[in-house]
């Protein structure tokens, strides 16, 4: 009998030996955590994060997908040159040439989405409304390269930059305090997401500011615009919200000069292009051309976040002229190492900790190369910048612009909203 | 006393066994092995590949029964894949959690985009009664443009120019057993979207072959043979060309749409812009029978691995910096500044010079170069 409860005894006591063997063994596991050393995970080996890039690298969109891709590049040199995340976790870019197909983007995604911790860049709206639902379906995060506005409320992508709606609105509102008061105003957009961004923030700031849109007008990209361009003039319009790409905004500019048609032309920011100052219709551009975008001025080195821009530029791409889409791209990089750091903190750079920690960030902070951001604790907090920079064409400047105006806000643009 | 080889046709019976020899019938277990086996096996890349391919080799087979046995050619494809993509995204749930469309079961939403497909294929075969040749292209290629323009202002149904989600599931539910192709379990293992999306496209692919293979190795196949041969002739002889050229566009659109179904299963979301349901789609399609072998179906299929594991294939292997052996040219680069192509435009270099490749020299595609080889082993050694 005395055997039996001696047994019993010692069975309890190894159980309670085992119990608190197990709880100390996970209560050392967390204080490793407690110590902020993230286990390694896909994308990263204790040393070096990987970061996914799905862009075009080569036809017709590399133009836009290489200077992007740069950007990344040069920000995350300048950084591991540093360091690297938390000072110590090097970062390495996984690059995929995407083509600009959806098909290829997405067998890209498929093929490293289990090398990297997260995407820092994809191009291309269908591409990233398509890469999304695997991001959605993997819990896994990545930053779009385009300022879409319904990127904004969604919880697996990094949005960065202020939305077209946004620039669309403001870019409204200067011009009604410009001059434009009572004058009649209309739309021009390629007729497809991009083109539905700039009108949904025209449609909005004209309900804020009491305008009237007299005519909208969509094209097919890279289609004959003459119609189009002839409804307008037809129409009379004194000014024109531009939604364009740079090759279309070329096509439109020349049917308006051969039709000897002159409004205000208000461009979105995609539909500028380094050189088309230099261009045959440089004249009228100069005299008729607003460009509605955002961020710092190139070359402005009061601006704490530009002059750490074209620092590391000039380290490590020397060669790099001076190009929004770099620009952009740097930004992007800036925006995802505020997250990384904050997964840094937190000791975990899973797909799962990497979302996490964009929504413990609180606000992305650019110091004035771009609008900050606020995260908040969850993608319905977000709250995109409300400022653009507006600009006229001028010869010999920086990307060809001459800035009017930085960090201008308007009610307009405040009230846009965004949808899911 | 011997017994005649599979080969040998003695009746009508003979000529309409679809697996006449015991080569072919242990090809068809091996493939069914295949089919199985692969999706459990292979990883994200190559499923991803391959589901694909097996999407695009329905469309083809489908094309290829309207443009390679009736001789209608057509570049209206891309019309059909988006009205069965669309049709997936509202009936399917894509877009239920706005409060749009319904949540139907795979099948059912399958089934309503086959015959939405077949209800416009009959529309776009009338005209294909006055016209042929490239007047019938050209109406095709309408279709296209018309597309486009109701995908993008049917909002309610497409979603505009937003685009629609596609389903997040694709599942049956018959009670007693149930499965989502988009989150399979195989064998007590759970597996990806993709290879659940593969076990999906190739079974259809069969089906699908299947289906026209029997149409086309019967009186109603050598009905459209004989349109596409010579259709006044056909007509003189009692082939009714309204019969036979509306079904063959009906039953070819239908099959399109299948595919489209699938297509946007594989897309996850689908905006309607020229990139994605544009014409270059429908060219794609042209191409895949044209490499693989008009007037085919095993054609259709080997045209669309190829075409579609190409890319892959040049991603994976060939290396990042290569110059051409011995003359040291450089043709493939990964800086953007020197003389070479990218990965990516290589693929497509590849691709277009592959299409005037066959075109010139082996207008029946890789099914041809198949059947020279299946011949050559026939007779082997007396290959002459």
Not at chain 1, 319 to 339: K, L, V
Not at chain 1, 385 to 392: V, Y
Not at chain 2, 39 to 46: A, F, K, R, S
Not at chain 2, 47 to 73: D, E, F, H, M, W
Request: glycine share 12%.
């Amino acid at each position: 009998m005395r055997g039996k409860k001696l047994g019993r005894f010692l069975g309890a006591l190894v159980a309670v030996a085992l119990a608190v063997g197990a709880t100390s063994q996970a209560a050392f596991a967390g204080g490793a955590h407690s110590g902020k050393t993230p286990p390694d995970v896909p994308g990263f080996n204790g040393s070096t994060i990987k970061l996914g890039v799905i862009t075009p690298q080569s036809g017709i969109a590399s133009v836009v997908g290489k200077p992007l891709t740069e950007g990344n590049r040069v920000y995350w040199e300048a950084k591991n040159a540093k360091g690297g995340v938390a000072g110590k976790y090097k970062v390495d870019l996984s690059i995929e040439d995407s083509q600009y197909q959806v098909e290829t983007a997405l067998q890209s995604y498929d093929k490293i989405k289990g090398d990297v911790v997260a995407f820092q860049q994809i191009l291309g709206t269908q591409i990233v409304k398509s890469v999304n639902t695997r991001l959605k379906a993997d819990n896994a995060y990545g930053g779009p390269a385009s300022l879409e506005g319904v990127w904004v409320k969604q919880p697996t992508l990094m949005p960065t930059g202020t939305p077209y709606q946004v620039l669309a609105a403001n870019g409204l509102d200067w011009y009604e305090k410009n001059g434009g008061q009572g004058k009649k105003v209309c739309a021009m957009a390629q007729d497809d997401a991009y083109g539905a961004s700039g009108l949904d923030g025209l449609t909005q700031a004209a309900k804020t500011l009491k305008v009237k849109v007299a005519k909208t007008v969509r094209y097919a990209t890279g289609s004959d615009v003459s119609a189009q361009v002839g409804e307008l003039a037809d129409a009379s319009c004194d000014a024109v919200l531009l939604v364009s790409l740079p090759n279309d905004t070329g096509s439109i500019v020349t049917k308006m000069v051969g039709r000897n048609f002159t409004p205000q032309v208000l461009g979105i920011a995609p539909s500028w292009l380094s050189g088309l100052e230099n261009s045959d219709n440089g004249p009228f551009y100069a005299e008729h051309y607003v460009w509605l975008g955002y961020g710092a001025p190139w070359g402005d080195q009061s601006i704490p976040g530009m002059a750490q821009m074209l620092t590391d530029q000039q380290q490590y791409a020397p060669d790099q002229r001076p190009d929004t889409y770099f620009q952009f791209g740097y930004g992007q990089a800036w925006a995802m190492d505020q997250i990384l750091e904050q997964a840094a903190k937190d000791g975990d750079f899973s797909k799962a900790g990497i979302k996490k920690a964009s929504n413990q960030v609180g606000t992305l902070k650019f110091e004035g190369l771009g609008g900050d951001y606020k995260y908040g604790k969850s993608a319905n907090d977000r709250n995109p910048p409300r400022d653009s920079t507006i600009a006229k064409v001028a010869v010999g400047q920086p990307i060809g612009l001459q800035i009017v105006a930085t960090n201008y806000t308007s009610q307009a643009g405040k009230n846009v909203k965004f949808n899911k | 006393m011997a017994r005649p080889t599979g080969s040998m046709i003695r009746n009508y019976a003979d000529d309409l066994r679809l697996f006449p020899t015991a080569v072919k019938r242990v090809g068809v277990v091996v493939l069914i092995a295949l089919y199985l086996l692969v999706p459990y096996l292979i990883n994200d890349t190559w499923a991803s590949v391959l589901s694909l391919a097996g999407v695009v080799a329905i469309g083809a087979i489908g094309l290829n029964l309207l443009t390679g046995y009736t001789g209608q050619p057509s570049l209206g494809t891309a019309a059909f894949i988006g009205l069965g993509a669309f049709v997936a995204g509202y009936y399917g749930g894509g877009r239920i959690a706005d409060g749009i469309g319904y949540d139907l079961n795979l099948f059912v939403y399958m089934l309503i985009a086959v015959i939405a497909g077949g209800a416009v294929g009959v529309l776009i075969g009338l005209p294909a009664l006055r016209l042929r040749g490239n007047y019938l292209v050209i109406v095709t290629v309408g279709l296209v443009f018309v597309a486009l323009y109701v995908w993008k202002t049917w909002t309610t149904f497409t979603g505009g120019n937003e685009g629609s989600p596609m389903p997040v599931k694709a599942d049956i539910n018959l009670g007693f057993w149930s499965i989502d192709f988009l989150k399979p379990t195989v064998f007590g293992k759970e597996l990806g979207s993709k290879q659940g999306l593969m076990y999906l496209a190739w079974g259809f692919v069969f089906v699908t072959a299947l289906l026209v293979k029997n149409i086309v190795r019967t009186r109603p196949g050598r009905a459209l043979q004989a349109v596409r041969d010579r259709d006044v002739a056909a007509e003189i002889v009692g082939v009714s060309l309204f019969r036979y050229k509306v079904s063959a566009f009906a039953i070819s659109s239908a099959i399109a749409s299948l595919a489209g179904v699938l297509y946007g299963l594989y897309l996850g979301y689908l905006t309607p812009d020229d990139t994605s349901l544009g014409l270059v789609l429908s060219i794609q399609f042209l191409a895949v029978i044209v490499v693989g072998g008009i007037g085919t179906i095993y054609g259709s299929i080997l045209g669309a691995v190829f075409v579609g594991a190409l890319p892959t294939l040049i991603r994976e292997f060939v290396p990042d910096n290569w110059n051409l052996p011995i003359l040291g040219w450089p043709i493939v680069t990964s800086d953007a500044a020197a003389t070479g192509f990218s990965k990516g435009a290589l693929a497509t270099v590849i691709y277009a010079l592959l299409i005037i490749v066959f075109l010139v020299f082996e207008p029946r595609g890789l099914a041809g170069i198949w059947r020279r080889i299946q011949a050559y082993f026939r007779t082997w050694p007396f290959s002459y």
